[in-house]
């Protein structure tokens, strides 16, 4: 949590007029940046400008510290670096949790809703396995692959930026993992306390889930999800747009196959990320104590892991912590029982 001394570059008297200007109407980030470079400071266009009185800003901030949070002003010290270079900026962000975090590496990891258990569990796998290789993992906390991504990387970082105030809670039945997110990664906002969710809320804050990161993961988008938003922005910002493929038939890829046909990277693991990112891969290897597993339990956990997605077979054995054997053994009874369909590239699903 923060310590009530904020490391600030600002003059205190610069970042009270930003934090004025930022809250005032009809001052949206643009116009915030085309104000500084107009009159050279805040300060200066307070003066000339009617913007909010600073009694309602030493409100906000005060009401923000009681919760333990404050601002991250454009400018100050903890301000993340890769927002600031971007021309819509968010003049401030509301922040809970530890602002060391924007410090590191970030990806983001986005996706369905309404994700499948198969698009769950990738995206937690990626998650983890991406938080092991040294990157806070970035996402919206909504529904589906946002919070799988999220709850898998709380040990190794993560940031949850949100359409509404930092103190509302959205989806409702998140608070415990928002909660948790404020204790132990960060969670950001750009709107004022007590702001609601609202339609246009959610596209601008996916500009920062993608502004905050080096690259976007988009794992099972619709054609029109708000996803693709995330990615195109990703895209505008010169970021790399990393996309799981899925089947054709299946419409929650509709929109992904479509980010790799015009060009997306495709994601196979964490791998292919790392890779074009200059990271190192990752190796993997069968758990040694996969054979103590019984056999009645292995196949549970392998039919379990299989659904109408194609999935790799080493990623089986990675995922259900079993043998290569036993993997090919429950896939070949499955198989001649004529409920096992086999893909290219040695993946396969349930029929």
């Given at each position: 949590m923060f310590d009530g001394t904020p490391e600030m570059e600002l003059a205190p008297e610069e970042r009270r007029a930003r934090l004025r200007l930022a809250r005032s109407a009809r001052i949206g980030p643009v116009t915030f940046h085309e104000a500084l470079a107009h009159f050279g400071s805040a300060h200066a266009a307070c003066t000339t400008l009617a913007t909010v009185a600073e009694a309602s800003i030493e409100r906000e901030e005060a009401a923000l510290a009681a919760q333990g949070g404050r601002f991250l002003v454009f400018g100050d010290a903890h301000y993340p670096a890769a927002?600031?270079?971007?021309?819509?900026?968010?003049?401030?962000?509301?922040?809970?949790?530890?602002?060391?975090?924007?410090?590191?590496?970030?990806?983001?990891?986005?996706?369905?809703?309404?994700?499948?258990?198969?698009?769950?569990?990738?995206?937690?796998?990626?998650?983890?396995?991406?938080?092991?290789?040294?990157?806070?993992?970035?996402?919206?906390?909504?529904?589906?692959?946002?919070?799988?991504?999220?709850?898998?990387?709380?040990?190794?970082?993560?940031?949850?930026?949100?359409?509404?105030?930092?103190?509302?809670?959205?989806?409702?039945?998140?608070?415990?993992?928002?909660?948790?997110i404020a204790e132990r990664g960060l969670i950001l906002s750009e709107a004022p306390l007590g702001a609601p969710p609202t339609a246009r809320a959610f596209p601008r804050r996916n500009r920062i889930v993608s502004g905050l990161s080096a690259g976007v993961v988009v794992i099972e988008a619709a054609e029109r999800s708000g996803s693709l938003i995330t990615a195109q922005r990703a895209a505008e910002q010169g970021r790399e747009v990393f996309v799981v493929p899925g089947s054709p038939m299946d419409p929650r890829y509709a929109g992904s196959n479509g980010l790799i046909r015009d060009g997306a990277i495709l994601v196979r693991d964490s791998n292919d990320i790392l890779s074009v990112l200059g990271r190192p891969s990752i190796v993997r290897q069968a758990p040694e104590n996969a054979k103590e597993i019984p056999g009645d339990e292995a196949s549970a956990r392998i039919v379990q892991a299989l659904g109408a997605v194609p999935t790799a077979v080493d990623e089986l054995v990675r995922r259900c912590q079993v043998s290569a054997a036993a993997v090919s053994e429950v896939l070949m009874a499955l198989e001649l029982e004529g409920r096992l369909e086999r893909h290219r590239g040695n993946r396969v699903s349930l029929i």
């Open positions: 927002l600031a270079a971007l021309p819509d900026a968010p003049p401030v962000l509301s922040a809970l949790g530890d602002p060391a975090w924007l410090a590191r590496p970030m990806l983001a990891i986005v996706g369905a809703r309404d994700a499948s258990l198969a698009g769950r569990r990738f995206a937690a796998d990626l998650a983890t396995s991406l938080g092991a290789s040294g990157f806070v993992i970035a996402s919206g906390l909504a529904r589906g692959i946002d919070a799988a991504a999220h709850e898998a990387s709380l040990e190794t970082g993560t940031v949850a930026v949100l359409a509404c105030g930092v103190d509302q809670v959205y989806p409702p039945h998140h608070a415990a993992l928002q909660a948790a």
